[in-house]
């Protein structure tokens, strides 16, 4: 296992950004198929104060950071943290891919639902609201039902005839079958081998010369 902390810079408030990196590999032996090794990326970043250094905030998305101008690290240039955050969203989790290695080449993401207000659809991934039916049609599609379920589950009432505060957009993919394998998506949790140079880019990511 590989794991240190990654100074990333400075915000504009003056408080410090930092990235912790843990690379580790897990000897697994698929079905009907010689042993293999994964290599598994997981990152988190810490805000700290630049004032006491106390806690702002911490997670493991990059959405935070991408909202403020950071100031690089010494050494380093804005675009070597662009790439940096880059290959952050594309390889971190890669243990937890809800799809197959198909599914992933192919983009596919399950929508959480999206919020409607004054008429008007909040969207953040797709164009295209999945329909709800007029009250006394029917029931709900699919993937709302899903949602649904959950909530009653809980004890939650629900009116399935009446329509929601929220829509799934048109590029929700949940439960939609593999056109290669099958696989359904968002059925279970899939591991996405990173490229070895992606692994060594990471391990060296801010470290001097001299230590790399």
């Known amino acids: 296992m590989h794991q240190r902390t990654i100074e990333l810079g400075t915000l504009v408030t003056g408080d ?25 990326i997981h990152l988190t970043y810490r805000i700290e104060s630049a004032e006491d250094g106390h806690l702002v905030s911490a997670g493991n998305s990059t959405a935070y950071m991408r909202q403020y101008q950071i100031a690089p690290a010494e050494g380093k240039r804005k675009q070597d943290l662009d790439q940096f955050l880059e290959t952050w969203d594309r390889w971190a989790g890669n243990d937890h891919r809800p799809g197959c290695v198909h599914a992933t080449e192919l983009g596919w993401i399950a929508c959480a639902g999206h919020e409607t207000g004054q008429g008007t659809h909040r969207q953040t991934c797709g164009p295209t609201p999945e329909p709800w039916p007029d009250a006394g049609v029917g029931e709900p599609p699919a993937k709302i039902a899903r949602a649904v379920a959950y909530l009653e589950e809980f004890g939650f009432q629900i009116n399935r005839l009446k329509r929601p505060n929220f829509y799934y957009c048109g590029e929700d993919m949940a439960g939609s079958p ?3 394998c099958g696989n359904r998506f968002g059925e279970s949790w899939h591991h996405e081998e990173p490229p070895p140079d992606v692994l060594i880019y990471l391990e060296n990511w801010g470290l001097p010369p001299a230590v790399k």
């Open 178 to 180: 593999c056109p290669t």
């Open 16 to 40: 410090k950004a930092s990235a912790h990196l843990v690379l580790t590999d897990t000897r697994v032996t698929p079905h009907d198929a010689a042993s293999v090794t994964n290599h598994n």
